[in-house]
């Protein structure tokens, strides 16, 4: 099984509907049993709650169901999962920061290392902005979600 983790600033954003994403999209393959998905934050300020009810909203409309519920990355994630999908530059350098072993590393990936239809280096956070904020971040985080599954089926992750 292969363990991915998705993680943004809060963990009710951007990472959490990257989880939606992804377990939609393997789930759509029949590939569940093959993968564990999770997300969390690099900042603890929602742990504990739920997603932004914006991006459920949103998220719903294109069948997406968030259901997790927000964590600070840890670092024990560093061990337990195979790819940690950052969502800025933010994220790298926290997420980096944090992490107890140099080898550990090369675990961590940008979603937009994915994207194929987009050129953007980040997935910019929706927090402050408004419904298209919400709609272009769930773009981008299909195009990124679609190629890390297509890598992940490939083996070339």
């Known amino acids: 099984m292969k363990n991915i983790l998705f993680v943004c600033l809060g963990n009710i954003c951007r990472s959490a509907a ?40 949103h998220s719903l409309k294109r069948g997406f169901d968030i259901t997790s519920i927000s964590r600070p990355i840890n670092k024990q994630d560093y061990y337990d999962f195979d790819l940690i999908v950052l969502m800025d530059k933010e994220n790298f350098r926290n997420v980096s920061n944090l992490c107890p072993e140099e080898n550990l590393l090369g675990k961590i990936r940008y979603m937009s290392d994915f994207f194929t239809e987009h050129n953007d280096k980040i997935v910019p956070d929706p927090y402050f902005g408004g419904s298209k904020g919400f709609e272009y971040v769930l773009d981008l985080l299909e195009d990124g979600c679609k190629e890390l599954l297509s890598q992940l089926i490939k083996k070339d992750i």
């Not at 999209?25 to 997300?39: A, V």
């Open 18 to 57: 990257a989880e939606a994403v992804m377990k939609k999209l393997i789930e759509e393959k029949d590939l569940s049993k093959e993968y564990f998905i999770d997300s969390a934050g690099t900042a603890d300020y929602h742990e504990g709650g739920e997603a932004d009810p914006r991006m459920i909203s």
